[in-house]
């Protein structure tokens, strides 16, 4: 089960590093690592909703910074199918979408107290609902929506050079891009992204040298 591998790997981050915070980014995801500050400095702490603001009484922690989703019904059908006997509940709490999320050295501890505090039980198969939604929730972390520098869904280029620059464009302004949806192949998706957006300034320097 996914969960189970993304925490052994928060377990290994607090056992075994000393980094302020841990990445957890999928395989058919790109990002900028010289940009990542856009979203960690991020001001939209989801200040004006009340479902995800730390609740913890002791101290404030904004520990999860990702794609902030609000109140997902759960499929109880299909490849996201969650039974009603596995989480009875009308509606998941806030959550970060699990292709790409950061949590700080802090969040990472309260997560896995959190696990060992339900033993658990009552967290849902999906990975990122259980550990950035229930365990979060549990934990009284706040969640940062860095969602307008997260590119979720990428539009390849079409010839036509309207569209062309409509798209990139809209890359150019995110730091990371979920390439696995909308089909097509990745590496094509990953190179296009690279050599026409992000990496243009670069690949027009090697080209002149």
Not at 97 to 119: H, N, T
Not at 158 to 172: E, F, Q
Request: one cysteine or more.
């Amino acid at each position: 089960m996914k969960s189970v591998q993304v925490l052994a790997a928060l377990d290994w981050f607090l056992k075994s590093t000393d980094r302020p915070m841990m990445i957890k980014v999928d395989d058919d995801v790109v990002f900028d690592p010289d940009r990542l500050d856009e979203i960690l400095n991020i001001s939209d702490k989801c200040s004006n909703c009340n479902c995800c603001r730390p609740t913890n009484s002791s101290r404030e922690v904004w520990g999860i910074w990702g794609h902030i989703i609000h109140g997902m019904v759960p499929h109880r059908s299909g490849r996201w199918e969650v039974s009603i006997k596995e989480f009875p509940g009308n509606a998941f709490p806030s959550f970060a979408m699990g292709s790409f999320y950061i949590l700080s050295r802090e969040a990472a501890a309260e997560v896995l107290y959190q696990l060992v505090q339900v033993e658990g039980k009552g967290l849902v198969h999906l990975e990122d609902v259980a550990i950035t939604g229930q365990l979060r929730e549990g934990a009284g972390l706040g969640l940062v929506n860095a969602w307008t520098l997260i590119r979720t869904n990428l539009v390849m280029y079409r010839r036509d050079d309207a569209k062309r620059k409509l798209t990139a464009a809209s890359v150019l302004r995110s730091v990371v891009v979920f390439l696995g949806q909308g089909g097509g192949d990745l590496e094509e998706k990953a190179e296009w992204v690279w050599c026409n957006v992000w990496g243009k300034d670069y690949t027009q320097i090697q080209g002149t040298s």
